[in-house]
């Protein structure tokens, strides 16, 4: 199984680079969507978290309500290590699993914070996509109209442009147009093609 983790700040293009990857037929594990599933309902996770939490933060219909839980940690370091000693084996867990399950030649890891959360163990190789900030607000507000406000708080929990670079194996600049991308993404994708082969 040979994984390249594919990561990149807000509105850098990261969606438009794994679709046009998965076209290809790529195999894509979204660690965004993954920490969605295992809060899901009926997922033991989500079982812990209404335990230590309470049911206030259910939803009528028992579903996470996740303003509410995110009011309770967003002062309380001590809660959020609480949350997060929940869920990060559970996300670790769902993610390992539908690694294995992939079977293309190599299999992509999407998520935002590679290696803020410590995903990168996952991947033998990471790919960034890369874009000035000026775009990166100007793609993520065009694309569901988040406020400057939620951009840059999403922005400062994210690593800078600078530290993400210097980390990245693999770079992909997203400066221009999604033919562009997709032309740099045809070399990259050829590349991990030899690279997996040979490991
Ligand atoms: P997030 O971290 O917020 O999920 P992302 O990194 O996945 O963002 P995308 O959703 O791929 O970013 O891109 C943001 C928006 O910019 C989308 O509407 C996408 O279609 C558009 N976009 C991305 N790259 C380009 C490009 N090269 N040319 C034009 N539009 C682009």
Do not use: W
């Not at 438009?16 to 309902?41: E, K, N, P, Q, T």
């Not at 109209?145 to 600078?162: C, D, K």
């Amino acid at each position: 199984m040979y994984v390249v983790g594919l990561t990149g700040g807000i509105g850098s293009g990261k969606t438009a680079a794994s679709d046009y990857l998965a076209s290809l037929g790529i195999g894509v594990v979204d660690a965004d969507v993954v920490a969605r599933d295992i809060v899901a309902i009926g997922q033991p996770a989500l079982t812990q978290i209404a335990q230590h939490f309470g049911s206030d933060i259910l939803q009528a219909d028992g579903s996470l309500n996740r303003s509410a839980l995110r009011a309770i940690v967003f002062h309380q370091p001590s809660e959020r290590k609480v949350l997060e000693s929940i869920t990060h084996p559970a996300i670790r867990q769902r993610i390992q699993q539908q690694l294995a399950n992939s079977t293309s030649p190599y299999t992509l890891l999407v998520s935002p914070l590679l290696f803020e959360s410590g995903q990168y163990q996952f991947a033998n190789r990471s790919l960034v996509i890369d874009a000035s900030e000026d775009l990166q607000r100007q793609r993520a507000s065009q694309r569901d109209g988040v406020s400057r406000e939620q951009i840059t708080s999403i922005m400062a929990a994210q690593l800078t442009r600078a530290e993400r670079l210097q980390k990245a194996d693999d770079i992909v600049i997203n400066h221009g147009d999604l033919e562009e991308l997709y032309q740099q993404l045809d070399l990259v994708h050829q590349r991990y093609l030899q690279l997996c082969q040979t490991y």
